[in-house]
């Protein structure tokens, strides 16, 4: 089987936030594919501190990672071992690449098991006041400042032209510069949502307000995991 456990979106979020059974599933296999080995680390000692490390077999699975470079991990699976799938962050398969293995998993007839758990994405969303029956989650921007520009101008009219809210992300250390960009090509009175730290009780920051009125207020979001919003 194939356990995809969620991770927790604050390292200061408080244990009891979470449902026992990650802790239980956690402690049912020692292999697991991880995007990061210290992250995966540091995730599975937060839920099941009595778990020995020294046991633990991580397998790399990044958005680098082919098919053909987990054989050793799929001939384990095929052979009844059980593995766990660990996000970076909230929820396994949502802007991280597990979704590589679950397809693998579903072509050669081997059970999937979600595990409920936090996601930054659908919290943000819930959390901005806009449409939460119809969105569409763009993942990252590009980086190319011309192509940033026009994706940029093309979410405004998709909010504008169909009322769907747009749901996207920027590595945390170009969160202040996405902000920037943000501010010179949208409309002043587009409305934006700005999600920071989700689920840290210290310094979490949701807020929504019109373009022209963070210009009055930039919050400093450098190295500071954010979601953006935009929406009516």
Same mark, same amino acid.
């Given at each position: ?43 599975? $000692?937060?839920?099941?501190?009595? #778990?020995? @490390? ?9 958005? /680098? !990672? ?78 190319? $400042?011309?192509?940033?520009?026009? #994706?940029? @101008? ?9 009322? /769907? !809210? ?67």
């Amino acid at each position: 089987m194939l356990f995809l456990i969620p991770a927790y979106l604050s390292e200061n979020s408080p244990m009891e936030q979470f449902a026992p059974i990650i802790k239980e599933y956690i402690l049912k296999t020692d292999y697991f594919f991880v995007e990061n080995e210290k992250t995966a680390r540091k995730v599975i $000692k937060f839920f099941a501190p009595e #778990k020995k @490390q020294s046991d633990l077999k991580l397998f790399l699975l990044d958005k /680098y !990672s082919e098919t053909s470079d987990l054989q050793e991990s799929q001939t384990l699976m095929k052979n009844d071992q059980d593995f766990g799938l660990l996000s970076e962050a909230g929820l396994p398969c949502i802007a991280d690449p597990g979704n590589l293995m679950v397809k693998w998993c579903h072509e050669n007839n081997i059970k999937v098991i979600p595990i409920n758990g936090p996601s930054s994405i659908i919290l943000a969303l819930i959390s901005s006041g806009f449409n939460g029956q119809e969105f569409t989650f763009n993942g990252y921007l590009p980086i190319d $400042k011309s192509e940033k520009k026009s #994706k940029i @101008q093309w979410l405004e009219n998709q909010v504008q032209k169909t009322g /769907y !809210s747009q749901i996207f992300m920027e590595t945390p250390y170009r969160n202040n510069q996405l902000l920037e960009d943000l501010i010179k090509f949208l409309n002043p009175n587009t409305k934006l949502c700005i999600a920071a730290n989700i689920n840290d009780p210290q310094t979490e920051f949701i807020k929504t307000l019109s373009m022209k009125d963070w210009q009055k207020n930039k919050p400093e979001l450098h190295k500071i995991p954010a979601v953006f919003v935009l929406g009516k």
